[in-house]
């Protein structure tokens, strides 16, 4: 079953002490509830979350963006804030970036330069085997890309890189289904999304 969290809580919450996300690395309380029910992130240091492991290294990640053109991740692949595989929406005009930070070097995997994300876009990655692909709201925008870089990796996440209020909400990750099908798709596929 996916692991899913609408951040709604009390303004101020840190996000470790919410069921199911551990701070791996970084500094305690990057990440807190806002009055509006969103994540915001209070520090800029280099911190990452991870939530109940999924127990597949083929699995996806998907949240809605309230801020975009930023430097923070939704992850997969995610063993702490210097290795794990992430999407965002960056640039100006924001677009879809799929980066690779292994021991702490970044690599650029992909970027649409077609579709601006803009604020509650979900944004969603998968890692499937060696294909890492990126959506945006459902329409494939990056990928699939080939890369082995954690690919036997089963956590998935959010990475903090700056601050910002609000940031994240509607935070999904799971397994992927068997036959290579997402939740995402299936779950558009049937209208229920």
Known sequence: MAFTDNFTGTSGDILESRTGWTRVDGAAGAAQINAGNQLKTVSATNTAYT???QASADHYTQSTWEAVGRASFTSIRTTNSNNFIGVRPSG???KTQIFKRDTGSF??????GSTTVVATDTLYIEGSGNSITAK????????????TFGNTVTTQGLVVREIWNPYWDDFEAGALAAGGGSWLNRNYWWGNY
């Open 51 to 53: 939530c109940t492991d």
């Open 92 to 94: 100006s005009p924001a």
């Open 107 to 112: 690599t650029q995997l992909g970027s649409n």
């Open 136 to 147: 945006l709201s459902g329409s494939t925008e990056v990928g699939p890309i080939t890369e």
